[in-house]
């Protein structure tokens, strides 16, 4: 699973905590089930599934639990978990309880996220995904990577100044080379492939070491002007190149 003992405790607790709310599943997705876990920086993906109907009680006391955990344990702020039910887990379209950003909200279990537990996914507790999800079609998959390069990250672009942030910079990076080789193979791929893979779609270098030095390295200060010029090298990547990919990989509709 990892071999820091920061989180390994965090998790650990996180188990017992929700036992109350007997959980069928717990699992892991993401960076730490991928091998590319990196404390401190990489968020913590999870995926419970509780027994019974997530109630108004439920909700109370997962919104108790998830702040106790955060008093506790700071990494607690990296960890975000959805709710599903062994009923709910088959609605890839439905959106379900999740815990993310201090907070809850509904969100769905998206085909990539369904692809990367059956794949590689990481059993915290009880059953495995296969035994739950239902297998995630190829062309699912590649109509939810084209979708969603498309109507979010495209439109993404235009908010100029949120590309100033480095959250931003590194989702949108990350996720288009991935999406690149999913559209391509069918292959999921990690964020330190991803890095790898950019610069030879084209990305701008510098803009590619400032996301691993981030990551892997040491997280300097930023010199001033840095972030607005690193905003627009990232903008003038990702454009153009969302354009050719959706083009390339979008069904054709008859007329």
Not at 29 to 38: E, M
Not at 48 to 56: M, Q, R, S, Y
Not at 130 to 149: G, I, T, Y
């Given at each position: 699973m990892t071999d820091d003992a920061t989180t390994t405790r965090l998790l650990d607790r996180f188990r017992t905590d929700l036992r109350p709310f007997a959980p069928v599943a717990l699992w892991a997705h993401g960076s730490l089930a991928g091998g590319d876990y990196q404390e401190g920086h990489s968020d913590l993906d999870l995926i419970a599934v509780l027994e019974g109907p997530v109630t108004l009680r439920t909700l109370r006391g997962l919104t108790r639990l998830h702040r106790r955990l955060r008093t506790a344990e700071p990494l607690a702020v990296k960890l975000h978990c959805s709710y599903l039910t062994p009923g709910s887990t088959a609605g890839a379209g439905?959106?379900?309880?999740?815990?993310?950003?201090?907070?809850?909200?509904?969100?769905?279990?998206?085909?990539?996220?369904?692809?990367?537990?059956?794949?590689?996914?990481?059993?915290?507790h009880g059953e495995p995904p296969e035994k739950l999800l239902p297998p995630v079609p190829d062309a699912e998959l590649r109509s939810f990577v084209v979708r969603?390069?498309?109507?979010?990250?495209?439109?993404?672009?235009?908010?100029?100044?949120?590309?100033?942030?480095?959250?931003?910079?590194?989702?949108?990076?990350?996720?288009?080379?991935?999406?690149?080789?999913?559209?391509?193979?069918?292959?999921l791929i990690s964020k330190r492939e991803a890095l790898e893979l950019l610069p030879d779609l084209g990305?701008?270098?510098?803009?590619?070491?400032d996301i691993r030095r981030r990551r892997y390295g040491d997280p300097a200060p930023q010199a001033d002007g840095w972030a607005a010029r690193r905003a627009g090298l990232t903008r003038s990547f990702l454009g153009p190149a969302i354009d050719g990919l959706v083009a390339a990989h979008e069904p054709v509709t008859g007329g």
């Amino acid at each position: 699973m990892t071999d820091d003992a920061t989180t390994t405790r965090l998790l650990d607790r996180f188990r017992t905590d929700l036992r109350p709310f007997a959980p069928v599943a717990l699992w892991a997705h993401g960076s730490l089930a991928g091998g590319d876990y990196q404390e401190g920086h990489s968020d913590l993906d999870l995926i419970a599934v509780l027994e019974g109907p997530v109630t108004l009680r439920t909700l109370r006391g997962l919104t108790r639990l998830h702040r106790r955990l955060r008093t506790a344990e700071p990494l607690a702020v990296k960890l975000h978990c959805s709710y599903l039910t062994p009923g709910s887990t088959a609605g890839a379209g439905l959106s379900h309880v999740t815990w993310a950003h201090n907070g809850l909200m509904r969100r769905p279990v998206t085909p990539v996220t369904r692809r990367e537990l059956q794949a590689f996914g990481l059993v915290l507790h009880g059953e495995p995904p296969e035994k739950l999800l239902p297998p995630v079609p190829d062309a699912e998959l590649r109509s939810f990577v084209v979708r969603d390069q498309k109507e979010f990250w495209r439109p993404a672009l235009d908010k100029a100044r949120r590309w100033e942030q480095d959250v931003w910079v590194d989702l949108g990076m990350v996720t288009f080379a991935r999406a690149t080789v999913t559209l391509q193979d069918g292959r999921l791929i990690s964020k330190r492939e991803a890095l790898e893979l950019l610069p030879d779609l084209g990305a701008p270098g510098v803009v590619v070491d400032d996301i691993r030095r981030r990551r892997y390295g040491d997280p300097a200060p930023q010199a001033d002007g840095w972030a607005a010029r690193r905003a627009g090298l990232t903008r003038s990547f990702l454009g153009p190149a969302i354009d050719g990919l959706v083009a390339a990989h979008e069904p054709v509709t008859g007329g």
